[in-house]
């Protein structure tokens, strides 16, 4: 698997995604008002999975009102102490995940994403620093999946920050497995109508605030 990542942004910059204009204002020329590209406010995806591969260390994604069907989402770059990798819901915008298929995850991080690895860090063993925010999910198998070998303390994807999500009809929302994930924050969290588990941790879980 391959991504064009020439559109990189630089640290510290914003991606939207907005699915209500096909296309993307790549020149900096999204219009925020408007959901246009005839401004000067960032660039612009329509779909999620291109933002997230373009996002560095200190990005914030944020995600306009609308339903995204993307999922197996994995970022390719880790973010930092101090300059997270975000994922928001713009303002109080409704946005929703609905992948179409319980077979389908939504934000994968498990060890087959090291394929994806595009700088020198040491593949998901190592990625952490992600915030997810405000927005909403239905109808996949995972919203999050963290699947890592490794023992308590060994590297694996860390400091993964959760708030303010609604997610319903998803098999397990948030699954953790073979070594799964280091600090992992959950807060004002609605995680319902789930079957067998809301949340599901595996062997290994490090730290849960």
Not at 56 to 82: K, V
Not at 145 to 173: C, M, Q, R, W
Request: net charge negative.
């Amino acid at each position: 698997m391959s991504f064009d990542t020439s559109q990189c942004v630089s640290v510290g910059r914003t991606i939207y995604v907005d699915n209500n204009l096909t296309g993307d204002c790549l020149s900096g020329n999204y219009n925020v008002s408007t959901r246009l590209c005839n401004g000067n406010e960032g660039i612009k995806f329509d779909n999620v999975k291109k933002a997230v591969v373009n996002a560095t260390a200190g990005t914030t994604i944020y995600i306009r009102a609308g339903t995204y069907n993307d999922y197996f989402l994995e970022f390719p770059r880790s973010g930092e102490a101090g300059m997270p990798i975000k994922v928001e819901g713009y303002l109080d915008e409704e946005v929703i995940f609905n992948p179409g298929s319980i077979s389908r995850t939504i934000f994968d991080f498990s060890d087959e994403i090291g394929s994806l690895n595009t700088s020198n860090t040491p593949g998901i063993a190592g990625f952490g620093y992600y915030e997810f925010r405000k927005f909403k999910a239905t109808n996949a198998k995972y919203l999050w999946y963290f699947s890592y070998p490794g023992a308590v303390g060994e590297p694996k994807p860390n400091h993964i920050a959760i708030e303010d999500i609604e997610a319903s009809y998803i098999l397990t929302p948030l699954r953790t497995e073979r070594g799964g994930v280091n600090n992992l924050t959950l807060r004002r969290v609605d995680f319902h109508n789930s079957n067998p588990h809301e949340v599901q941790f595996g062997e290994n879980l490090d730290a849960v605030n």
